[in-house]
């Protein structure tokens, strides 16, 4: 009798070791995910175009675009694509690195910032001039860029704004290329001699998943949005515009439709929860589970007992 009770307290005693030591791992797995998720959070806050609403250059409130080069000269231009949430400061260093992860503030950020391609010259006057950003998840960044990939949202997006040089200037988007990083002929930038410009433009042409009829030569400069795709390993989405003096009407507000299409936002923001998060809301659930279904059978060996 004696060795039965205390085989039976060694067996609570293992129990409850390993309820302890199961609920220090859940734990540490719910910590890990929340801190994900809080993370991320960060890291799109600081994509936001939102935060550089006061510096816009055509702003009447806040600190200016003349405040913005202040806090950092490398910050030369502004690009707007036209009802899009693509709203942001250009920078240029002497490196297509230093923007990857620096903001155009000159802070350190992983969403890092747009910027032009070091090779090309800031007043945009090369034939084709190459802009890179991120895409990110909820539309920040270059993030709005897959979009043009359906045809409706390209045909419904032909507008857009650069301003540099102290004056706006219009573009009008033509085609949009999906193709992959090794793409050495659509990612040289500053293309020179007539021959070669036609040889781009021609290959843009040839080459694009969707075109609008926009009149351009090989005499005119063209402005390229380049970013990752999401569903391709090194591919790039790269839309071309042609730069102008004509002024299209800017919508400068966050695209609510884009936004809310093919998912509500509360599914599309669950959707996007990191997996961190998933595994620690998992690993809940089957504690959840465990710790059930081990109340049921103590009060089943209780119900023997007496």
């Given at each position: 009798?004696?060795?039965?009770?205390?085989?039976?307290?060694a067996v609570r005693a293992i129990d409850r070791a390993t309820d302890i030591a199961?609920?220090?791992?859940?734990?540490?797995?719910?910590?890990?995910?929340?801190?994900?998720?809080?993370?991320?959070?960060?890291?799109?806050?600081?994509?936001?175009?939102?935060?550089?609403?006061?510096?816009?250059?055509?702003?009447?409130?806040?600190?200016?675009?003349?405040?913005?080069?202040?806090?950092?000269?490398?910050?030369?231009?502004?690009?707007?694509?036209?009802?899009?949430?693509?709203?942001?400061?250009?920078?240029?260093?002497?490196?297509?690195?230093?923007?990857?992860?620096?903001?155009?503030?000159?802070?350190?950020?992983?969403?890092?910032?747009?910027?032009?391609?070091?090779?090309?010259?800031?007043?945009?006057?090369?034939?084709?001039?190459?802009?890179?950003?991120?895409?990110?998840?909820?539309?920040?960044?270059?993030?709005?860029?897959?979009?043009?990939?359906?045809?409706?949202?390209?045909?419904?997006?032909?507008?857009?704004?650069?301003?540099?040089?102290?004056?706006?200037?219009?573009?009008?988007?033509?085609?949009?290329?999906?193709?992959?990083?090794?793409?050495?002929?659509?990612?040289?930038?500053?293309?020179?001699?007539?021959?070669?410009?036609?040889?781009?433009?021609?290959?843009?042409?040839?080459?694009?998943?969707?075109?609008?009829d926009v009149p351009v030569t090989a005499e005119d400069q063209i402005i390229v949005?380049?970013?990752?795709?999401?569903?391709?390993?090194?591919?790039?989405?790269?839309?071309?515009?042609?730069?102008?003096?004509?002024?299209?009407?800017?919508?400068?507000?966050?695209?609510?439709?884009?936004?809310?299409?093919?998912?509500?936002?509360?599914?599309?923001?669950l959707t996007r929860l990191p997996v961190a998060v998933w595994l620690g809301l998992?690993?809940?659930?089957?504690?959840?589970?465990?710790?059930?279904?081990?109340?049921?059978?103590?009060?089943?060996?209780?119900?023997?007992?007496?």
């Amino acid at each position: 009798m004696t060795l039965e009770i205390h085989g039976c307290k060694a067996v609570r005693a293992i129990d409850r070791a390993t309820d302890i030591a199961l609920e220090i791992i859940l734990c540490v797995a719910l910590l890990i995910g929340l801190y994900s998720l809080w993370d991320s959070k960060q890291v799109y806050q600081a994509a936001d175009a939102a935060n550089y609403v006061a510096y816009r250059p055509d702003g009447d409130e806040g600190l200016g675009f003349a405040e913005l080069r202040r806090l950092n000269p490398e910050v030369f231009a502004w690009l707007t694509v036209n009802d899009t949430p693509i709203d942001y400061p250009i920078t240029q260093a002497d490196n297509n690195e230093k923007y990857i992860n620096t903001n155009a503030k000159g802070e350190y950020t992983l969403s890092g910032s747009i910027f032009l391609d070091y090779r090309n010259s800031p007043d945009f006057d090369d034939f084709n001039s190459i802009l890179y950003g991120h895409h990110m998840e909820k539309k920040k960044m270059f993030g709005a860029l897959s979009d043009f990939a359906d045809r409706a949202y390209f045909d419904a997006h032909p507008y857009g704004n650069l301003y540099f040089g102290g004056k706006d200037h219009g573009i009008d988007f033509f085609a949009l290329v999906l193709t992959d990083a090794y793409d050495s002929m659509l990612f040289s930038p500053a293309v020179a001699g007539e021959d070669a410009r036609q040889a781009y433009l021609d290959s843009i042409l040839t080459r694009a998943t969707w075109t609008r009829d926009v009149p351009v030569t090989a005499e005119d400069q063209i402005i390229v949005l380049s970013t990752c795709t999401s569903d391709v390993t090194n591919g790039r989405y790269m839309l071309f515009g042609k730069l102008s003096d004509e002024l299209h009407p800017q919508e400068r507000k966050t695209n609510a439709v884009v936004l809310g299409t093919r998912l509500g936002p509360q599914l599309r923001g669950l959707t996007r929860l990191p997996v961190a998060v998933w595994l620690g809301l998992l690993a809940l659930l089957i504690w959840l589970l465990v710790r059930v279904e081990r109340n049921i059978d103590r009060n089943r060996s209780k119900k023997k007992g007496r």
